[in-house]
């Protein structure tokens, strides 16, 4: 994800001061990839306690809305160079190229060497599908990595983009928020991820805050200033009620998320001065990188499980436990990152069209 805004999800290295970076955007996109591995982390370990897993899946889980909220946002500021052949263009190029290449050897593990075993709902509809049938099913839905849903979603907002600069460019269509949250009450993400359309629909109106944001976010930080501590009690309110009154996490942690994003980049922007250096250096560290981390992390989370199984690591070691977490939490994180760089130092500026990164 390294080069220029020239889309969304692409970062820029161009300085505080030019006209098409914001720092704390920037800062966002770096913490969101760290709470994407962590949510991965916590569906592979094995827990005990039902109401800790929900309490930390509540509070950690969930950040796709991150990603989504970001990309949306991006998509806004970027807007007035919006071209619809050259956008998908560059999203065929650092999105869904990655995407085709990162995805070879996770297929191979699901049809060949039989080592990843996809969900059941993918075997129950397409094991008895032709073997071209099945690898373009898993291009489709994703179900061949545990992250991998997340591109078939995120292109259909690619291919509805016009309409989306449609409303960006005629404001009083964003009257239709409030509706769109009522949906996104209403639909959950598709259950184990199995439906693109179906987290397309619960996702449409995190993506548009996005960018209603980044229209006005001179105006909101403004009422923030004064307002912020109604959008905390909202998501105090809501994470209540979800713990209290759900049996499981539901459709609401994306609406306590979406308050999350205002209030994140309200706070990022406003201490942007304030803040160390390092904290900057590491959050646009990540940043860079962030889509390549989103690609890979996956493998290695699924290779610590492989490990584990193997070598018969005590139990201790796959259970959840703040040990076991931090664990696996570095080695996804670092392995990416040692990984992404050595195919940068080997491809050059080639290497987003192989990691996306």
């Not at 998908?88 to 049809?111: D, G, M």
């Not at 759900?246 to 609406?255: H, Q």
Request: glycine residues 4%; charged residues 15%.
């Amino acid at each position: 994800m390294t080069g220029t805004y020239s889309n969304e999800m692409s970062p820029s290295k161009n300085t505080k001061n030019s006209s098409n970076f914001l720092r704390y955007i920037h800062n966002f996109r770096g913490f969101a990839i760290l709470t994407i591995v962590a949510t991965h982390i916590i569906a592979a370990l094995q827990w005990r306690n039902e109401t800790i897993e929900k309490i930390t899946y509540i509070l950690i889980g969930n950040g796709t809305v991150y990603f989504v909220f970001i990309a949306g946002f991006l998509f806004q500021f970027l807007s007035s160079k919006y071209e619809y052949k050259k956008y998908l263009s560059k999203k065929l190029q650092y999105v869904i190229l990655p995407y085709f290449f990162i995805s070879i050897p996770a297929i191979q593990l699901c049809l060949v060497e039989k080592i990843y075993t996809p969900p059941d709902w993918f075997q129950y509809h397409f094991s008895d599908w032709s073997l071209p049938g099945q690898i373009l099913m898993y291009f489709l839905t994703g179900a061949h990595l545990p992250p991998f849903w997340f591109i078939p979603m995120i292109t259909i907002f690619y291919i509805i983009s016009p309409v989306l600069i449609w409303v960006d460019r005629h404001p009083k269509s964003y009257w239709i928020l409030p509706i769109l949250l009522v949906i996104t009450a209403i639909i959950p993400r598709a259950q184990y991820n199995a439906n693109p359309i179906q987290s397309f629909v619960h996702f449409l109106s995190v993506y548009m805050i996005g960018m209603f944001c980044s229209r006005y976010r001179d105006k909101i930080f403004v009422v923030l200033k004064k307002k912020y501590v109604w959008l905390l009690i909202s998501f105090v309110i809501l994470t209540i009620l979800e713990f209290t009154i759900t049996p499981r996490p539901t459709a609401i942690n994306s609406l306590s998320k979406l308050i999350l994003c205002v209030l994140i980049i309200y706070f990022l922007w406003l201490f942007e001065l304030r803040l160390p250096k390092r904290f900057h250096e590491l959050m646009s560290f990540l940043a860079e990188l962030s889509f390549g981390i989103y690609f890979l992390h996956g493998y290695f989370i699924i290779a610590y499980s492989g490990a584990a199984n193997k070598f018969e690591f005590n139990a201790f070691w796959t259970e959840a436990n703040l040990l076991s977490f931090s664990l696996i939490f570095l080695f996804s994180v670092g392995a990416s990152i040692v990984s992404l760089l050595i195919v940068k130092k080997s491809f050059g500026n080639k290497s987003r069209f192989i990691v996306g990164s």
